[in-house]
């Protein structure tokens, strides 16, 4: 068990993969053997279930059959666990999480249980989202403004999904039209969904359930989710190209050789089912439709260590400058009181800045932080890491959204079939979708749906 006073080198290394335990040969749930080694490089030839994916759904559905007594193995194409949730330590003191780092909706969150379990501190400070720290460039007066323009477009979502059993369109048509803010509730969308209003259905948005409950991993959300993953049988760079289905075992074909399954539970990110890096054999266009009906919005984020000795920028502020446009970055300072900001760029934004290659989010954020609190934060601000979820082959981005008039997408993505082939991830969650306890759930879920298929 990792416990937070770990000392951080050693968790480096842990995450990164280089003394990372698996298991080898056939884990039996509930029956393990303490033996280590690269599973990879020694998989078994039958199991009862085979998970494709260790991100959260895929430990979730791992964890959920601990006890069923059935043989399991996950497989990771990554050389380490997680998938969109990965902690790293730019510098001393700085705990930076590129992927997931809040732990939203906690008073339902799975893993605040799961963080207490595993002896990781929960950091409780509310997020200071609504805030504006300085006054710097957004007044009191032009928030409270902005706050209630996005209250009452939220409003008008919510009335248009309850009310009308058809709507189902792009959400920038319940934008008040002439409204000077909507270009900043706009960029609020790339934050929220990865894409700007009208590539986000209404019905989906509404259907997300938030409790408005947001507390931190104050070690990394990826780092417990990491550890989360320890008991799990895990074969990390293993990558599944082919599942044929057709039949009554499984054949499943992965980079490290071949191996065959009664049942296959499928957590990858709808990216890599739509343009089918994982082909089916028979083909699956429904899954395949689906997935790419809940594509993968863009998020990402910097972090910029701070030279500001006297502690002038107050510990977890809040910066976003009140510029009438969309492509703009939300800043969060000085994150558990750590020496740093930690910037987020979303939608098209991201995605350009991404393609502007390695140092783009970093050169973005010191100028519109440095154009918000004087040229004197320039040289405070030194670049120390960003995130690419764009570009990462295997995520290609950050969490769905369901394009307009598709929110049904959800429920058929997660549909089973034939008690043999389940789907789980973020994206397949009915209520929780875009977020990693969200994932975690499905994997559960889609766990017990095979179990459930056993018994018949």
């Known amino acids: 068990?990792?416990?937070?006073?770990?000392?951080?080198?050693?968790?480096?290394?842990?995450?990164?993969?280089?003394?990372?335990?698996?298991?080898?040969?056939?884990?039996?749930?509930?029956?393990?053997?303490?033996?280590?080694?690269?599973?990879?490089?020694?998989?078994?030839?039958?199991?009862?279930?085979?998970?494709?994916?260790?991100?959260?759904?895929?430990?979730?559905?791992?964890?959920?059959?601990?006890?069923?007594?059935?043989?399991?193995?996950?497989?990771?194409?990554?050389?380490?666990?997680?998938?969109?949730?990965?902690?790293?330590?730019?510098?001393?003191?700085?705990?930076?999480?590129?992927?997931?780092?809040?732990?939203?909706?906690?008073?339902?969150?799975?893993?605040?249980?799961?963080?207490?379990?595993?002896?990781?501190?929960?950091?409780?400070?509310?997020?200071?989202?609504?805030?504006?720290?300085?006054?710097?460039?957004?007044?009191?007066?032009?928030?409270?403004?902005?706050?209630?323009?996005?209250?009452?477009?939220?409003?008008?979502?919510?009335?248009?999904?309850?009310?009308?059993?058809?709507?189902?369109?792009?959400?920038?048509?319940?934008?008040?039209?002439?409204?000077h803010w909507n270009p900043v509730i706009d960029a609020v969308s790339t934050y929220v969904n990865g894409c700007e209003l009208d590539g986000v259905s209404v019905r989906d948005t509404a259907a997300y359930e938030d409790t408005k409950i947001n507390w931190r991993v104050r070690h990394g959300y990826g780092a417990?989710?990491?550890?989360?993953?320890?008991?799990?049988?895990?074969?990390?760079?293993?990558?599944?190209?082919?599942?044929?289905?057709?039949?009554?075992?499984?054949?499943?074909?992965?980079?490290?050789?071949?191996?065959?399954?009664?049942?296959?539970?499928?957590?990858?990110?709808?990216?890599?089912?739509?343009?089918?890096?994982?082909?089916?054999?028979?083909?699956?266009?429904?899954?395949?439709?689906?997935?790419?009906?809940?594509?993968?919005g863009i998020d990402d984020k910097v972090m910029l260590a701070l030279d500001d000795p006297g502690n002038t920028a107050p510990k977890d502020g809040n910066l976003s400058g009140a510029i009438m446009r969309t492509k703009i970055g939300t800043y969060h300072l000085r994150p558990f009181g750590q020496p740093c900001i930690e910037g987020f760029f979303g939608g098209s934004f991201a995605r350009e800045l991404e393609a502007a290659g390695n140092g783009a989010f970093a050169a973005q954020a010191i100028d519109e932080i440095t154009a918000l609190l004087g040229s004197s934060y320039r040289r405070k601000l030194k670049p120390l890491a960003e995130s690419r979820w764009a570009s990462d082959p295997f995520a290609q981005g950050a969490y769905s959204h369901a394009l307009p008039g598709r929110a049904c997408a959800r429920a058929v993505l997660a549909a089973p079939i034939d008690g043999r082939l389940f789907f789980a991830g973020e994206a397949t969650s009915p209520n929780f979708f875009s977020t990693a306890h969200g994932a975690r759930d499905s994997g559960e879920r889609a766990a017990q749906e095979a179990m459930a298929a056993r018994r018949r």
């Open 224 to 296: 417990m989710i990491a550890a989360y993953a320890r008991p799990c049988p895990v074969a990390l760079n293993t990558r599944v190209w082919r599942i044929d289905h057709s039949a009554t075992r499984i054949r499943i074909e992965t980079s490290n050789g071949v191996l065959s399954a009664t049942q296959v539970i499928v957590t990858v990110p709808t990216s890599l089912l739509a343009n089918e890096s994982i082909r089916f054999h028979p083909e699956l266009p429904a899954k395949v439709n689906a997935a790419a009906d809940l594509p993968l």
């Open 1 to 179: 068990m990792i416990r937070s006073k770990l000392n951080r080198t050693i968790l480096q290394k842990w995450l990164s993969g280089r003394i990372f335990l698996r298991r080898t040969g056939i884990h039996f749930a509930g029956k393990c053997s303490n033996q280590r080694g690269d599973m990879s490089q020694n998989l078994p030839s039958n199991v009862d279930v085979a998970i494709i994916g260790a991100g959260a759904a895929g430990l979730g559905a791992a964890d959920a059959l601990n006890d069923s007594g059935l043989s399991v193995i996950v497989l990771e194409a990554r050389g380490r666990v997680g998938g969109r949730a990965h902690t790293i330590f730019p510098a001393p003191g700085i705990v930076f999480d590129l992927g997931c780092g809040w732990l939203h909706s906690a008073d339902r969150n799975s893993f605040v249980a799961i963080a207490g379990r595993l002896g990781f501190e929960i950091d409780r400070t509310p997020p200071p989202w609504r805030e504006q720290s300085f006054a710097a460039g957004f007044t009191e007066a032009e928030r409270e403004d902005f706050l209630a323009a996005l209250d009452a477009f939220d409003d008008r979502i919510q009335k248009a999904a309850k009310n009308d059993a058809d709507a189902d369109d792009d959400a920038s048509r319940y934008l008040e039209p002439g409204n």
